[in-house]
């Protein structure tokens, strides 16, 4: 193992270093200082670090998909494995069994999954694409892989279908022909049913495409096929011709077999279902409309919508079941889609939630010839899967065990914790159950195949989800699985809106008024923070008892120009203040700052939303504690807040906007800071700053109403931008993004400041004009209005223009009129034990406070000394005159001491604040300090962590000298950045805006990892990217989906461990016995050989340009995915075999064609010497 020496400044040394406090921001920033550079060279050596990771330590790999498939197209499934396929409109598919087996493969191509076949318990699936290309899926292994390809070239396929327990696949096409494919080889036969052999010859119209293929029950010889103009032909294979043609003046959706092989029912596009006898096929022996109105005079019954498809199965013990989607009358227009079930002379409609793709009935049998025996249907929804039980008269649904409703609202934010308390998840689970719906089938769910394991991996992670209704929920997230353990409805501390009320209220988000910006979670606290899109905050404790209490809440004025104001508020409090100055301020909403403007006057001091006065009852869980809402200012609507911290140990709460900062004691309810972010600096304000003049009275605009959301800023984006927020056709959310502001909205590329403003589409009032004027030449380069946290991105991002560097001093006037509307955002805040000041001898209570302009600031808190003091005396919050700065908006920060071991800030244990016992020991307050160790040398320095958007920085304290510095990236930014634990140590992981995942390590940052792993397409994934401890990260890979990835080799060698099989051996069950008299008189099927008929010695071979044949890598794949030693082995044997049987076979076939072109050859030269045998030499 390599050992890293550095050197670093002796405390209290001063020493002139590019990375220092008041000089980092010259040039370039600090980027020339590199490891053993000026700021080793300055002092003596103090101690060795040993970094223990490397880059062996580090690999790539995707993990697990949780949620809902992202726009369903198809469904299949297995009768006897009892695994279900899902295919998507993006290429994908899902393969679900028992809770823990949820595999997500992917079509290269990623066209559209038309249509889904298992291989009945033979570990297979065919999938049919939009690009008219069908593939075979090896299910045999935990991640599947394509087996073999068949791309059709001259016709579009429509449907297939594939018999159980046969070896050749039928395959519709839109020209009305069926081709039939060998699944072994997956090569095409000769034989094909063209469609006008299948029709009556005098038919002058093409009967359109194929939308049925299906074998009779009673004779596998036998094939149904569809036409879409509602011609259905049941064609003799044997004879290749038609037996019978049956013609409805209607188009057929879908088609479904009585078992006895001797009736079938159609579906058709208007919302009738027509049933056929096979003895007398001129017209359909039962004609209804199941929905449609009868009419009075005896008419037929009015037409209805399409019926997209019916299912037709049969009891033993009671009537047969006919199942189908749609077929609603027209004149209910607001009816939702619906599933009907009629059973005898029931029928049962089923109201859904969102459109059905698709449905399958669940039988007990997967022999078509036998009575079905249906038990369950599972209904594909757009946007959920659900199933029926079909054994109880009512119908009930089972309780879904799949973690599928992750957007039952749109995901705004996600936080993932890895090695939590191990006590967390059956608390949170013991609170959660309570709240579950009752009315489920009591069933076990029918969809129980594959065989999963708990795997090596123990520790305990909990994912929480952030959502636009304002809900947050919990999930259970260990061994890589999902499972919901509580939801917490944060909108419940607020008032409902009451319609009507629109614009003459104070809200600044017309959707969505409490949806979930940022979360803050304390695992050991179990103190929980929310900050919404409507400017407020709101702080939960945990508590296991119900309680009735009022909700306390703080109003915060934050404005940027503090000194701009010429009369000061009296509700103001002085940003310093003393025990003497401190103003009450706690109240209740109640008051007269509550009440609503009216149309036309300024807005003041009105918080966006109402929180309830009254007593709430609060449910064992979550209770929330205390509501923070900014609150409007001279007219301006409050700014989204874009960062958050909470100490419980020190009992704070702070934030921060583009405006400045606030800090709130959530224990004593007051307010302790609320201040621009100017004047954190005093006088240690890197820049000068140039005297303003007073403000002017303003007149806003209606139209400025809104909180600068996304229609204000870049309008011909905000369209393609919001679909990250929302699923196809649910509601907007106007939402600011986690990411970054100073983009050009044409083309991605990061705005030069002497670039045009890209606010174009933003209105400006005179006094925000005004505003951009007085902004002095010696301003630095702010970004433009929304900090790094609330900003809009047109990506992916490709270059970056040449931009000026963020710590430029002099600005010409004509550029700083350019960047209007300016401000400096708060963008990370920690809370932690350290050296505010370079002569500190001890670490105190501080908050580290990290802006977009790349300054970082530490305020000094002055806490109680003893606890008992805690709730009476005044916390004093105070800058401490340090400045230290980076290149681009600060993200993150953390704390290593002098061994290099990460350092966490203090907290409290977690104690139930209604807890029953109120004795003198539950009272007192238990922090654990994360005091350093026994060695007398522990305590005296520590390191500085800082990462921004571009760079990070490894500072020693108290001497805050730069010992380490890493330009992460010139022509990208960061989006997220996380201080993570792997393997007993400790690095710095970052995800870069052009798809890189790096680490590095600490210390001393050098790169342990540099991968281009996922180009951020979308908003989304940019939005909620997070790291965790123990190399694990996530995302949301679509609206509907989170996705999982580990950056740990250790991971990626277990992974196979930990997945589920998709296959388990299983008996076929063996088919009834079917009698002497049904063998004699039920038809000739079980002589059928489809081998015979279809091979290619009878069929010959299809046309080489109509389909190409493209093996497929699930082979290798496969040798990869299998487990080590003797299974490793024999798999690699088998598929080394298939590999050489593969090439003997075409090996064969071209010795084949080689013979067949010798005999063409031979006998043309036969036919030519017999016709110039007897002629002359001078008759030629």
């Not at 703080?554 to 310093?576: A, M, N």
Request: aromatic letters at 8%; a neutral charge; proline letters at 6%.
């Amino acid at each position: 193992m390599k050992k890293f020496n550095f050197r670093k400044v002796l405390d209290g040394l001063t020493a002139s270093s590019p990375g220092g406090s008041s000089g980092g921001g010259s040039g370039a920033g600090g980027g020339s200082v590199h490891p053993g550079g000026t700021a080793g060279a300055a002092g003596t050596p103090r101690d060795e670090i040993q970094e223990t990771l490397t880059s062996d330590y580090f690999q790539i790999c995707k993990t697990v998909r949780h949620g809902f498939p992202y726009l369903p197209t198809a469904l299949a499934f297995d009768p006897v494995q009892k695994i279900l396929a899902i295919g998507t409109r993006t290429g994908a598919i899902r393969i679900l069994g028992r809770p823990g087996v949820d595999c997500y493969c992917q079509h290269e191509s990623g066209a559209a999954v038309l249509q889904l076949q298992f291989l009945i318990n033979e570990g297979a699936l065919v999938s049919a694409s939009a690009d008219d290309t069908l593939h075979l899926w090896n299910l045999r292994q935990k991640r599947p892989a394509i087996l073999h390809s068949l791309k059709f070239n001259r016709e579009r396929i429509t449907y297939c279908h594939l018999p159980f327990q046969s070896k050749w696949l039928y395959v519709g096409t839109e020209r009305g022909n069926t081709h039939i494919v060998n699944i072994e080889s997956f090569i095409l036969s000769g034989y094909v049913i063209m469609w006008n052999k299948a029709i009556e010859l005098s038919t002058k119209t093409h009967p359109g495409p194929v939308v049925h293929l299906s074998d009779s029950p009673r004779d596998e010889g036998k094939l149904l096929i569809g036409y879409e103009n509602g011609t259905v032909v049941l064609w003799d294979l044997r004879s290749k011709r038609a037996d019978l043609r049956a013609y409805y003046d209607e188009a057929i959706h879908s088609v479904a077999w009585h078992h006895e092989g001797k009736q079938f029912m159609c579906s058709h596009s208007d919302g009738s279902l027509t049933l056929w006898n096979l003895k007398s096929p001129n017209r359909p022996f039962q004609t209804t409309i199941p929905h449609g109105k009868i009419q009075r005079d005896g008419k037929k019954p009015e037409s209805c919508k399409p019926i997209l498809k019916v299912e037709y199965k049969t009891c033993k013990n009671s009537e047969p079941f006919v199942i189908f989607s749609g077929g609603l009358s027209y004149d209910k227009a607001c009816r939702r889609p619906s599933l009907t079930i009629m059973h005898g002379k029931a029928i049962t409609v089923l109201e859904m939630d969102h459109p059905i793709v698709d449905f399958l009935t669940l039988c007990e049998t997967p022999y078509p010839n036998e009575f079905q025996e249906p038990y369950a249907v599972v209904v594909l929804l757009e946007k959920d899967l659900i199933v029926v039980d079909l054994t109880q008269s009512n119908f009930p649904i089972f309780e879904n065990p799949y973690p599928i409703d992750i957007h039952e609202s749109p995901v705004t934010c996600t936080e993932y914790f890895a090695d939590c308390p191990p006590d967390l998840i059956p608390v949170l689970y013991s609170v959660g159950a309570k709240h579950k719906k009752q009315g489920y089938s009591n069933k076990e769910w029918p969809i129980s195949g594959g065989a999963w394991n708990l795997g090596a991996q123990t520790y305990p992670e909990i994912i929480i989800t952030g959502h636009a209704d304002g809900s947050v929920k919990f999930w259970d997230a260990s061994a890589i699985t999902l499972q919901m353990l509580y939801k917490l409805k944060t909108s419940k501390v607020f008032e409902k809106q009451k319609l009507g009320e629109g614009k003459a209220t104070a809200e600044i988000v017309e959707e969505d008024p409490f949806a979930v910006q940022m979360m803050y979670w304390c695992p050991e606290s179990r103190i929980f923070c929310v900050a919404g899109v409507s400017a407020y905050v709101v702080v939960y404790r945990f508590s296991k008892h119900e309680v009735n209490t009022e909700i306390a809440s703080l109003e915060v004025r934050l404005q940027y120009e503090v000194e701009d104001i010429i009369t000061p508020e009296p509700e103001i409090i002085p940003p310093f203040p003393d025990a003497s100055s401190q103003l009450p301020s706690l109240k209740s909403l109640s008051g007269s700052t509550n009440t609503v403007a009216c149309e036309g006057t300024m807005k003041d001091s009105i918080p966006c939303l109402s929180v309830k006065t009254r007593p709430v009852r609060m449910p064992p869980g979550y209770q929330a504690d205390l509501v923070i809402q900014l609150v409007w200012v001279d007219g301006e609507p409050p700014q989204q807040i874009t960062s958050l911290a909470v100490n419980s140990a020190y009992g704070l709460v702070a934030f921060g906007n583009c405006n400045g900062l606030a800090v709130v004691d959530f224990m004593q309810k007051t307010v302790l800071l609320s201040m621009g972010t100017l004047d954190l600096y005093g006088s240690s304000d890197p820049y000068q700053r140039q005297p303003r003049s007073p403000r002017k009275s303003k007149q806003f605009a209606a139209d400025n109403f809104c909180m600068r959301g996304l229609s204000n800023f870049y309008p011909d984006l905000t369209k393609r931008i919001r679909t990250s927020y929302q699923i196809k056709g649910s509601r907007k959310l106007s939402l600011p993004t986690d990411l970054k502001t100073d983009l050009d909205h044409v083309n991605g590329h990061c705005t030069s400041p002497t670039s045009q403003s890209c606010s174009s589409g933003k209105r400006l009032s005179s006094a925000d004009v005004s505003k951009a004027n007085r902004r002095g030449p010696g301003r630095p380069p702010f970004r433009k209005a929304q900090s790094a946290a609330c900003m809009e991105i047109s990506l992916p991002v490709t270059t970056e223009e040449n931009r000026e560097n963020s710590f430029s001093r002099s600005r010409s006037s004509s550029v700083s009129s350019i960047d209007r509307d300016s401000k400096e955002a708060i963008t990370a805040l920690y809370f932690m034990e350290s050296f505010a000041r370079k002569n500190d001898s001890a670490v105190s209570p501080c908050l580290w406070v990290g802006t977009g302009l790349g300054m970082v600031l530490i305020l000094s808190l002055n806490l109680p000394a003893s606890d008992d003091l805690r709730q009476s005396e005044p916390v004093m919050v105070s800058p401490s005159g340090t400045v230290l700065t980076l290149k681009g908006a600060v993200l993150t920060f953390a704390c290593l001491d002098c061994m290099g071991t990460l350092t966490h800030p203090p907290y409290e244990v977690w104690r139930d604040p209604h807890s029953a016992d109120d004795g003198e020991k539950t009272r007192k307050r238990k922090l654990v300090m994360h005091s350093p160790s026994s060695s007398q040398d522990m305590g005296d320095h520590q390191f500085a962590v800082i990462c921004s958007e571009k760079q990070a920085k490894v500072f020693s304290l108290p001497s805050q000298t730069c010992l380490y510095v890493h330009n992460i990236t010139e022509t990208s930014f960061l989006l997220r950045a996380d201080v993570v634990t792997l393997c007993n140590s400790v690095c710095l992981a970052c995800f870069c805006a052009n798809g890189h995942i790096m680490t590095l390590s600490l210390p001393s940052l050098r790169p342990l990892l540099d991968i281009n792993y996922l180009p951020v397409t979308d908003m989304r994934i940019a939005r909620t990217f997070c790291f965790t401890n123990e190399g694990q990260a996530l995302y949301l890979s679509s609206p509907t989906e989170i996705q999982r990835l580990t950056y740990s080799q250790e991971m990626c060698d277990n992974l196979q461990d930990m997945l589920g099989d998709l296959f388990t051996p299983v008996e076929t069950p063996e088919a009834q016995n079917r009698g002497f008299l049904k063998g004699l008189f039920g038809g000739s099927g079980q002589a059928f050989d489809r081998e015979e008929l279809f091979g290619e010695a009878t069929a010959g071979k299809a046309s080489r340009s109509l389909a190409q044949h493209i093996p497929g890598s699930g082979g290798i794949e496969g040798v990869r995915g299998a487990a080590g030693g003797v299974i490793g082995d024999l798999t690699r044997a088998r598929i080394a075999l298939d590999e050489r049987g593969q090439k003997l076979g075409e090996l064969d076939e071209r010795t084949a064609s080689m013979m067949a072109s010798a005999e063409a050859f031979s006998k043309h030269a036969h036919e030519v010497m017999l016709k110039y045998k007897d002629k002359k030499w001078y008759q030629f």
